[in-house]
């Protein structure tokens, strides 16, 4: 699908916070924040969550892209929101406990998200593009984790992903010093799957979803959640879901077609069933 950033375009008040798009088996969910940097706030919040429940109806969509509009992917949480609140914990209890279980909701689906990184991704913004099953990044993309500056430790996620990402001594390092991580640093810690030039981003990102949208979506739901849940099982237990899911993927009308694509030297094509 086409991914319009539009940088330098000026923004109007009157859109949303968060823009939600689908083409062709892709759906785009952009953070539309672009003067505040993407920054996550109440509006972010609820909008991110009729996107998740959008992309939980239609069986359509097959991958979703996380993007930010602007120069940035987003630069964390909207301090200005907690800098006025009287009661802070409060308020970061309902903004955090909110956008939470979209993200819960988002790591259950069988979709592949991606995350298009430019700019600042910091804060909430890391923990976003960590969330991500892949990440591909523009080489101007810094990344920070930025919570420690702050007094706070992290939310949506980082704490889970990061040490399975790097380890956890240099997730330690990465969450207790909030350094921050240039393109290529980033690309050889694992932080994100590709870094390109700025101007093949688009391309890149549109490039990965579509062929992720047309292969088997089946086996491509099973696959990411196999190992996202195998850091909670068992070597056995393991072997028994991986039994399971091949058992499912083989009742497919996706891996027929692929077997007689095989046996017949021609190459598959997926209809997702």
Not at 110 to 126: E, H, K, N, S
Not at 149 to 164: E, M, T, V
Request: charged letters at 25%; proline letters at 4%.
């Amino acid at each position: 699908m086409p991914v319009r950033h539009g940088r330098g375009k000026t923004v109007s008040s009157t859109e949303p916070a968060v823009i939600f798009e689908t083409r062709g088996g892709v759906a785009e969910i952009r953070f539309n924040r672009p003067k505040q940097l993407n920054a996550l706030n109440e509006e972010v919040s609820a909008l991110f969550a009729k996107s998740i429940d959008r992309i939980a109806a239609d069986p359509g969509i097959r991958v979703v892209v996380l993007s930010g509009e602007g120069r940035a992917f987003m630069a964390g949480g909207d301090l200005a929101m907690f800098h006025t609140a009287e009661d802070k914990p409060a308020v970061s209890r309902i903004l955090i406990n909110d956008i939470h279980e979209s993200l819960k909701r988002l790591a259950e689906l069988p979709q592949i998200t991606v995350a298009r990184l430019q700019g600042a991704v910091a804060g909430a913004g890391m923990s976003f593009a960590l969330a991500a099953d892949l990440a591909i990044a523009a080489d101007n993309v810094t990344f920070n984790m930025a919570y420690a500056k702050i007094g706070a430790s992290p939310d949506c996620g980082a704490s889970w992903a990061l040490p399975r990402l790097v380890g956890t001594r240099k997730a330690l390092e990465i969450a207790l010093l909030s350094e921050a991580i240039p393109a290529d640093e980033a690309l050889r810690l694992g932080l994100v799957n590709r870094v390109v030039a700025l101007a093949d981003l688009d391309a890149e990102v549109e490039s990965l979803a579509q062929r992720l949208a047309s292969g088997p979506s089946v086996a491509l739901g099973n696959i990411k959640r196999l190992i996202r849940g195998s850091f909670d099982n068992s070597y056995g237990d393991q072997l028994d879901l991986e039994g399971d899911s091949f058992a499912e993927c083989a009742g497919t009308a996706d891996f027929a077609g692929a077997l007689d694509a095989f046996f017949g030297k021609r190459k598959p094509e997926f209809q997702g069933r």
